[in-house]
Nanobody
Framework: QVQLVESGGGLAQAGGSLSVSCAAS????????MGWFRQAPGKEREFVAA????????YYADSMKGRFTISRDNAKNRLYLQMNSLKPEDTAVYYC????????????????WGQGTQVTVSS
């Protein structure tokens, strides 16, 4: 089992920046791929970014490329998401996930989830 707890987020203006982080406990953090997903009201959960065990490989949804950066610190059991050039459409609850996904963009491929943290971007 892996327990995941997100923190950070909050309110930002369009064009601004925010960061969210995810603290992991339980089984060895470094053996899992980690991902960030988000869900806006009335919408399905959406892939944001993912990162490999070592952090050497990263994946981004097209709309996040160049604006968001995913990173991890295995020594601290932490996952991070730096969000720049925020847009109102980035408003959502952001979730971190851990697993050995068959497909990194598929939320159903992840085994463990945090409770989410709200990110709100005003125009």
């Amino acid at each position: 089992q892996v327990q995941l707890v997100e923190s950070g987020g909050g309110l930002a203006q369009a064009g601004g920046s925010l960061s969210v982080s995810c603290a992991a406990s339980g089984r060895t953090f470094s053996i899992y791929y980690m991902g960030w997903f988000r869900q806006a009201p009335g919408k399905e959960r959406e892939f944001v970014a993912a990162i490999s065990w070592s952090g050497g490989i990263t994946y981004y949804a097209d709309s996040m490329k160049g604006r968001f950066t995913i990173s991890r610190d295995n020594a601290k059991n932490r996952l991070y998401l730096q969000m720049n050039s925020l847009k109102p459409e980035d408003t959502a609850v952001y979730y971190c996930a851990a697993g050995r996904p068959r497909e990194v963009v598929d939320p159903g491929s992840y085994d463990f989830w945090g409770q989410g943290t709200q990110v709100t971007v005003s125009s």
